[in-house]
């Protein structure tokens, strides 16, 4: 048994100014980091600013990407919901690693009208293609409540509070898995 602790790269899958990916992703990293076991980091698309894909276009920016998924043992994916799907720049940066994501568990947490229940279950279609794990316990922040916050009339700290026991069931989930693969991984052939 492997007694290392296990990294866990939380991915914003939002870029765009106003976005509020890094809110959730700063909350999911706090209680991530409540572990002992774990080592967090957060992945900002912003910060590599990946070109659509194209295996032509690789550069340094896609080579420091794929090696912080290469190094990571398990994700939580931040996902909004753009028409009723993943936005465009998570499905790219999906798309630009393929044995990086191999074996490795993945969870979810999106906020929406309807939680990006949608966009989730897009990408846990997606995930599969890439040999992953998608869990099933996820974080599914619902509009009557998120745009209540979006829109000033909620803080954050009560928006979260509301849904930290699905937080702790998904982590709880998440760490067991990312603990069960990064073994199963060394033993593979
Ligand atoms: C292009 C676009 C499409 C959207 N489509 C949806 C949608 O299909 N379902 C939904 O619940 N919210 C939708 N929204 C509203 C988002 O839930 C809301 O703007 C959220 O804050 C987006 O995440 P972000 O702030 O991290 O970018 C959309 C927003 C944008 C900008």
Not at 18 to 26: V, Y
Request: charged share 30%; net charge neutral; with cysteine.
């Amino acid at each position: 048994m492997n007694d290392e602790k296990l990294k866990i790269k939380i991915i914003l899958g939002s870029t765009r100014e106003s976005r509020m990916s890094d809110k959730f992703g700063q909350w999911i990293a706090d209680e991530l980091n409540k572990h002992q076991k774990v080592e967090v980091e957060i992945l900002d698309l912003r910060s590599y600013d990946l070109p659509f894909y194209d295996e032509a276009k690789i550069n340094e920016k896609v080579r420091e990407f794929q090696s912080k998924v290469k190094e990571a043992d398990g994700f939580v994916i931040i996902a909004p919901e753009y028409n009723h799907g993943p936005t465009a720049v998570l499905k790219n940066a999906l798309d630009w690693c393929y044995e990086e994501w191999n074996y490795k568990p993945i969870a979810f947490v999106g906020y929406g009208s309807a939680g990006a229940s949608r966009s989730i279950e897009q990408l846990r279609l997606n995930v599969i293609e890439l040999r992953m794990i998608p869990i099933r316990n996820a974080v599914h922040i619902l509009g009557n409540r998120y745009y209540a916050f979006r829109d000033g009339k909620l803080d954050f700290k009560e928006l979260v509070e509301e849904n930290l026991n699905k937080a702790h069931e998904m982590i709880h989930e998440l760490l067991w898995l990312t603990k069960v693969m990064k073994d199963a991984r060394q033993s593979k052939n």
